[in-house]
């Protein structure tokens, strides 16, 4: 249904917004991107968009371009959460732990509530203590 509203408006920014999100919950990441961009060249740029441009990224594991449009969204609204919490996750993925850290605890910050961010807050904690350590080891004879 999304799809036939693209082909009616092709230039209405708002539906090929909607049908990237479908696309990327449906796995086909590719078509997402595409119509996300589509959306973006169109002239649409806001948070949501950036958000949902970096969730495509992150699910091709595109890391620096998914933290890019993070750091877009971030950028346009510093108090959201989700775009704080998704970029401490891609961070991770890199084993980038205090910047996860960082970006974990301001989620947490904004969304105290929310156990998973929490959970991932911890568990990033423990990674920078077990790293740390380790490269305190190899250092100290």
């Known amino acids: 249904a999304c799809g036939r509203a693209v082909q009616l408006s092709p230039r209405n920014t708002a539906h090929r917004m909607l049908l990237g999100q479908l696309c990327r919950k449906s796995g ?3 078509r997402a991107l595409d119509e996300l961009l589509r959306a973006q060249s169109g002239g649409r ?3 949501k968009l950036s958000f949902e441009i970096g969730r495509v990224y992150e699910e ?4 620096k371009r998914s933290l890019d449009a993070y750091q877009r969204v971030i950028d346009l609204d510093p108090a959201h959460g989700e775009a704080h919490y998704r970029a401490g996750l891609v961070l991770k993925q890199i084993k ?3 910047q996860a850290g960082r970006m974990l605890k301001r989620a947490v910050e904004l969304n105290p509530k929310d156990p998973e961010a929490l959970h991932q ?3 990033v904690r423990a ?3 077990v ?3 380790i490269a305190q ?5």
């Open 28 to 30: 086909e990441l590719d």
């Open 45 to 47: 740029s806001d948070g």
């Open 60 to 63: 091709r594991r595109e890391f």
């Open 96 to 98: 980038a732990y205090p």
């Open 121 to 123: 807050l911890a568990a």
């Open 127 to 129: 990674l920078e203590l």
């Open 131 to 133: 790293h740390g350590g």
């Open 137 to 141: 080891q190899v250092v100290a004879p």
